[in-house]
């Protein structure tokens, strides 16, 4: 089954920019999403299909992929983004199967 | 506005049966692939099930295979999760979510209703 490989936790200080990475088999062929969750609350869709962002998600947030990363960036980084973030795809080599990350929880400094 | 709310979650022993519900509006229900999305305590997010539309083609992860059912009610814009035959490692946050147009991830969720299974 397809894997999808997440760092734990990244650090970054208000104001910069942070870089979360998601590794996966050829995962530049696949459509990568990205979803926040803060403490206690339901996952949010924040990019899909690569690099498009849902209606009312900030422009600070960009997704891309190349080779075998697909990589959410946080520009300008505020308290507020402090979270879980997941990457997903959708894979069909053994059967429908929609698959998710690890997660990398972001800590603002 | 879309909103999915969860409900039928609670504390069961171990084999025990529960069913979940998630009821939906703010959008033509019958128009949108539904799935079933699971998250145990301090864990990641795990894909459990998923519905297309009419509820002519449904899925499962491999370890809900045999013992959890999906349905929906497009006439009662909701959607439906029989848990079987449930076991510890069954214990999660259960949340309800919108397939996206293309089917392929999830672009709105439910609150998420806890599944606790313990003797």
């Known amino acids: 089954s397809y894997v999808l490989t997440q760092a734990p936790s990244v650090s970054v200080a208000p104001g910069k920019t942070a870089s979360i990475t998601c590794g996966g088999n050829?995962?530049?062929?696949?459509?990568v999403q990205w979803y926040q969750q803060r403490p206690g609350q339901a996952p949010v869709l924040v990019v899909y299909?690569?690099?498009a962002r849902p209606s009312g998600i900030p422009d600070r947030f960009s997704g891309s992929t190349s080779g075998h990363t697909a990589t959410l960036t946080i520009s300008r980084v505020e308290a507020g983004d402090e979270a879980d973030y997941y990457c997903?795809?959708?894979?069909?080599?053994?059967?429908?199967?929609?698959?998710f990350g690890g997660g990398t929880k972001l800590t603002v400094l | 506005e879309v909103r999915l709310v969860e409900s039928g979650g609670g504390l069961v022993q171990p084999g025990g049966s529960l069913r979940l519900s998630c009821s939906a509006s703010?959008?033509?229900?019958?128009?949108?692939?539904m799935d079933w999305v699971r998250q145990a305590p301090g864990k990641g997010l795990e894909w459990v099930s998923s519905?297309?539309?009419?509820?002519?083609?449904?899925y499962y992860t491999d370890s809900v295979k045999g013992r959890f059912t999906i349905s929906r009610d497009n006439a009662e814009n909701s959607l439906y999760l029989q848990l079987d035959s449930l076991r510890a490692d069954d214990t999660a946050v259960y949340y309800c979510?919108?397939?996206?147009?293309?089917?392929?991830?999830?672009?709105?969720w439910g609150q998420g209703v806890l599944v606790t299974v313990s003797p």
């Open positions: 979510a919108r397939g996206g147009p293309k089917e392929y991830y999830f672009d709105y």
């Open positions: 703010g959008f033509t229900f019958s128009d949108y692939a």
């Open positions: 519905i297309t539309r009419s509820g002519t083609y449904i």
């Open positions: 050829n995962i530049g062929g696949k459509s």
């Open positions: 299909d690569d690099i």
């Open positions: 997903q795809v959708w894979d069909n080599s053994g059967g429908p199967n929609w698959v």
